[in-house]
């Protein structure tokens, strides 16, 4: 099978990724209320699988929608399978942290991220289980580790050992989660060839950026640090 996998950043967290089957992923797709997604990508045209690491409104508030629109498979944890599922959610794989299961030939794996998470509903706060990363593996072998959330931690190495992501989706925008000096602590534990880097820039806080993250990695030359901007695709 010809390697296509296809991500597309969609400002902050979220994520459209294209599997080499043609699958259409989704994770934590913030995109309404997202001031850093493009106008023409805040509307998903469509989605297979719907992925969510937690529960915050700036990675989950568009989820029962997209749900209700495109009535993809969910995978997140219990917790908030629960929460979706009392919404009229059907198609609902729960999971916790160190399964797999294979959705839509795609082999999904959940694993530990350091950070909370909870559901705004209304004026209420729900209890959103724990938040998780994933590592996904396309079906044509492509590994890729989105970490969700998360400052650094040193199973990220375990991460390395067990999964050996080719690519690794990185948050540096610090406040809320780790910062470029993290980020790179993050780096040399996992050893990815290619970084992505997200939640930054969404707001003034957030101010990490991907040059600081490719300066304090300069020592690590057979690692690429990507740069996109919100929208754009970056092909395997």
């Known amino acids: 099978m010809e390697r296509k996998v296809r991500i597309t950043w969609l400002g902050h967290a979220g994520l459209r990724i294209v599997s080499p089957g043609g699958k259409t992923l989704l994770i934590d797709p913030w995109l309404k209320n997202n001031p850093s997604c493009p106008q023409e990508l805040k509307v998903p045209s469509k989605a297979d699988l719907l992925l969510l690491t937690h529960g915050h409104f700036d990675h989950f508030e568009d ?8 009535d993809p498979k969910v995978v997140a944890n219990f917790e908030i399978c629960q929460y979706l599922q009392s919404e009229g959610v059907q198609k609902t794989l729960p999971m916790n942290k160190g399964g797999t299961q294979s959705v839509e030939g795609i082999q999904v794996t959940m694993v530990p991220a350091s950070h909370t998470s ?14 998780v990363g994933f590592v996904l593996t396309f079906e044509d072998g492509f590994r890729l580790y989105d970490s969700g959330d998360t400052t ?6 375990l991460i390395a050992e067990l999964y050996r992501p080719e690519m690794a989706i990185l948050p540096i925008g610090d406040l809320f989660t780790m910062g470029p000096r993290e980020a790179a602590v993050a780096c040399r534990l996992l050893r990815p060839r290619r970084v992505l880097p997200v939640h930054y820039g969404t707001f003034p806080p957030l101010t990490g950026r991907p040059g600081q993250l490719r300066e304090l990695t300069a020592d690590l030359p057979e690692m690429e640090i990507l740069a996109l901007e919100p929208g754009e695709t970056w092909t395997a």
């Not at 909870?118 to 938040?131: F, H, K, N, R």
């Not at 650094?152 to 190495?157: A, E, I, L, N, T």
Request: glycine share 14%.
């Open 63 to 70: 989820a029962l929608e997209i749900a209700r629109s495109h």
């Open 118 to 131: 909870s559901i705004q509903a209304g004026g209420t706060v729900l209890p959103g289980g724990e938040a």
């Open 152 to 157: 650094v931690f040193s199973d990220m190495k």
